[in-house]
T-cell receptor, first 116, second 113 residues
Framework: GAVVSQHPSRVICKSGTSVKIECRSLDFQATTMFWYRQFPKQSLMLMATSNEGSKATYEQGVEKDKFLINHASLTLSTLTVTSAHPEDSSFYIC????????????FGPGTRLTVT | KQEVTQIPAALSVPEGENLVLNCSFTDSAIYNLQWFRQDPGKGLTSLLLIQSSQREQTSGRLNASLDKSSGRSTLYIAASQPGDSATYLCAAVLMDSNYQLIWGAGTKLIIKP
C-alpha cells in the first residue's frame, strides 16, 4: 500500500516557539492531504484539508494563524504550530488521499508534540 | 449530520475467539467505509475499505461487511491473537463532503493470552 511518513515523530518545545511538522507521501503523488489532531483516548479530529498549490481549508474552530499549513508540492505538506502553548500538546497525524476513486486515505505514523 | 458510532467502546476476549466489532452510521448516502487499526501512540493502519456498491471485503483473518440500508458495518476477526490488541476505528466517507472521513470513537480491543 501507499506509504506516508511524518517528521519528526516526537518533538518537545518551549512555550512561545514554533514547530514545523512534515508529512510526505513516499511512493505516490497526493494532491490532497489532511491534518488531524488526537487527544488521549479520543478519536481523530480533522483540523484542515491541504490541497497542493492552494490554500488549506480549515475546520470550524481551528485557528488559521496558529496552525499554518503549506502544501507546496505533490508529495509534501507541512503543519507549523506557531507560538505554541501547553494546550497545543497533542498527537498530530497527517493522511494522504490516494487517487483515483474511491480515494482511500493512508496515514502517517503521527507526531507527538509536547509544549513545556 | 452524519454520525458514526462504534459499539462496544472496549472489548476483552481470550485468545482464539472469533469476534465482531460494530460500526453504525446515520446517513446511508456514504461513498465508502474504512476500518483502521491504531496501536498505542502510533498512527493508523488501513485494514479494509468497502465501497458503497460492495457488501464485504476480506483480508486474511479480517472480514468487513457493509449494509447501507441498515446503516451498519461489522468487522469480523477470526481466531484472535494477542497481536490483534489495538484500537479499531471505522470511518465513513460521505458523497457530499469532499470525501472527508467521518470517524467513530473506536473500539479498544484486548486479546488475552
Amino acid at each position: 500500500g501507499a506509504v506516508v511518513s511524518q517528521h519528526p515523530s516526537r518533538v518537545i518545545c518551549k512555550s512561545g516557539t514554533s514547530v514545523k511538522i512534515e508529512c510526505r507521501s513516499l511512493d505516490f503523488q497526493a494532491t490532497t492531504m489532511f491534518w488531524y489532531r488526537q487527544f488521549p483516548k479520543q478519536s481523530l479530529m480533522l483540523m484542515a484539508t491541504s490541497n497542493e498549490g492552494s490554500k488549506a481549508t480549515y475546520e470550524q474552530g481551528v485557528e488559521k494563524d496558529k496552525f499554518l499549513i503549506n502544501h507546496a508540492s505533490l508529495t509534501l505538506s507541512t503543519l507549523t504550530v506557531t507560538s505554541a502553548h501547553p494546550e497545543d500538546s497533542s498527537f498530530y497525524i497527517c493522511s494522504a488521499r490516494v487517487p483515483p476513486l474511491p480515494y482511500e486515505q493512508y496515514f502517517g505514523p503521527g507526531t507527538r508534540l509536547t509544549v513545556t | 449530520k452524519q454520525e458514526v458510532t462504534q459499539i462496544p467502546a472496549a472489548l476483552s476476549v481470550p485468545e482464539g475467539e472469533n469476534l465482531v466489532l460494530n460500526c453504525s452510521f446515520t446517513d446511508s448516502a456514504i461513498y465508502n467505509l474504512q476500518w483502521f487499526r491504531q496501536d498505542p501512540g502510533k498512527g493508523l493502519t488501513s485494514l479494509l475499505l468497502i465501497q458503497s456498491s460492495q457488501r464485504e471485503q476480506t483480508s486474511g483473518r479480517l472480514n468487513a461487511s457493509l449494509d447501507k440500508s441498515s446503516g451498519r458495518s461489522t468487522l469480523y476477526i477470526a481466531a484472535s491473537q494477542p497481536g490483534d490488541s489495538a484500537t479499531y476505528l471505522c470511518a465513513a466517507v460521505l458523497m457530499d463532503s469532499n470525501y472527508q472521513l467521518i470517524w467513530g470513537a473506536g473500539t479498544k480491543l484486548i486479546i488475552k493470552p
